[in-house]
């Protein structure tokens, strides 16, 4: 059975810092393209960041400079650093990982909420 489980949301004020973490099971993690997405109440869900089985990283442009994923193989976790954080990054984080040797197997957790409020 595959299982992501996400951790580490809460509410932080404007221009603080979070670190979620995601830990995965029962998949072949290192294999795996993972992501973080997002979702704002009323709005779509979006990809924030994610990163190649070989450690390379992409970022939505709103999340650019702030915001840092990385993977450890061995721990089976992927993180997302958020840094400088906003009002408008408030949504539930939602970890998702892909088979890159299969791309049609994608995996999500379950989410956390991050709130970013004064």
């Known amino acids: 059975q595959v299982r992501l489980v996400e951790s580490g949301g809460g509410l932080v004020q404007p221009g603080g810092s979070l670190r979620l973490s995601c830990v995965a099971s029962?998949?072949?993690?290192?294999?795996?393209?993972l992501g973080w997405s997002r979702q704002a109440p009323g709005k779509q869900r979006e990809l924030v960041a994610d990163?190649?089985?070989?450690?390379?990283?992409a970022y939505a442009d709103s999340v650019k400079g702030r915001f840092t994923i990385s993977r450890d193989n061995a721990k089976n976790t992927v993180y997302l650093q958020m840094n400088s954080l906003k009002p408008e990054d408030t949504a539930v984080y939602y970890c998702?990982?892909?088979?890159?040797?299969?791309?049609?197997?994608?995996?999500w957790g379950q989410g956390t909420q991050v709130t970013v409020s004064s």
């Open positions: 998702n990982a892909v088979d890159e040797l299969s791309p049609s197997r994608r995996y």
């Open positions: 990163i190649t089985s070989g450690g390379g990283p």
């Open positions: 029962g998949i072949i993690f290192s294999v795996h393209r």
